[in-house]
């Protein structure tokens, strides 16, 4: 139905519904028949929401109440309350193309079915920014043969060492083995910092002096894992050199390094980003993937920031998934991203 008010043309979308009671009656059903209700792939579910929920909660309350204002008056959803959830959306830093596209899709959903007041528009927004982040989501391939080589890269300050560390412990945690490797020679403390954390995580590592060649520091944590057996290599990397070019340069070479001592790797590229720098870290972001052929992010600081909205705009903009977010300063506080894990958090 389209109304007219003061000369200026308002789509509005109506359709009523019949409440969706099916969740509702199937966990009766299931309670009646003495089913257990939970079992240890939920219970993992749960902890992993419940972390994430922890995570984002300075994005959840500052979006909450912004969208609650919008939803909470919106009866009949028109392009004013449209534009209103938009202003929503470009706050918690999701970009404006990203926020774009979901209200356009919003506003031809409303056309096409109608849209049945301020709850069924935040499910449907849900499911919107669900769609965003499977849109770039990939299974990654296991290797051929091991090891799995995992690069790190980024700028100096994103986390990038930590995040190094913190993977080791949650691949371990799997049961797999790993090795380290200090690649980063250009700054004393990333080599002592990741001894560190090898030592926390009970990993071995390979380090070079300082200042040494980031390749032979490679070609030697390759050569000892494959002697090893090693299942996954994680390789710290250099996040600034004299200039941009001289670190691109680099990483091509030490990408190049890899390939050639085990098949297929590098296997994943991470590109460490700072999620409190925002739409501000985008532009260094480009600079990685394009030179170091990046396959994912690392999403750190995640809940330090009110603006989660990135991890969208990540995904529109650089067309990566995020694999992974830091959550806390713990070494178990990196979490595999989830997309829905992350909607249901942070919009409630």
Known sequence: M????DSTWHFLFFGKREPDSEITDEGKDLEARGAPSLTAESLEKRGLFDRMKHAVTRTRESFAQSIGSVLALTREVDETSLAELEAVLLASDIGSSTASTIIESLRQR?????????????????AELKAVLDAVAVVDAAPVASPEVVMMVGVNGTGKTTSAGKL?????????????????????????????????SDVPIVKTKTGGDPSAALYDACTAAKV?????????????????????????????????????????????????????????????????????????????????????????????????????????????????????????
């Open 168 to 200: 080791a412990a949650h691949y371990r945690s799997q049961g797999r083995t790993v090795l380290l490797c200090a690649a980063d020679t250009f700054r004393p403390a990333a080599i002592e910092q990741l001894e560190v954390w090898a030592a926390r």
């Open 2 to 5: 389209i109304a007219k008010l």
């Open 110 to 126: 409303g056309l096409r079915q109608g849209i049945d007041g301020g709850e069924e528009l935040k499910r449907l927004l849900k």
């Open 228 to 348: 090893r057996g090693t299942d996954v290599l994680i390789v710290d990397t250099a996040g600034r050199l004299h200039t941009k070019n001289d670190l691109m340069k680099e990483l091509d070479k030490m990408r190049r390094t890899a390939e050639k001592l085990v098949a297929g790797a590098p296997h994943q590229t991470l590109l460490v980003m700072d999620a409190t720098t925002g739409q501000n870290g985008l532009q260094q972001a480009r600079l990685f993937t394009k030179a170091a052929r990046v396959t994912g992010i690392v999403l750190t600081k995640l809940d330090g920031t009110a603006k989660g909205g990135i991890v969208l705009a990540i995904a529109t903009e650089l067309g990566l998934p995020v694999k992974f977010v830091g959550v806390g300063e713990k070494m178990e506080d990196i979490l595999p991203f989830d997309s829905a894990t992350f909607v249901d958090s942070m919009v409630t």
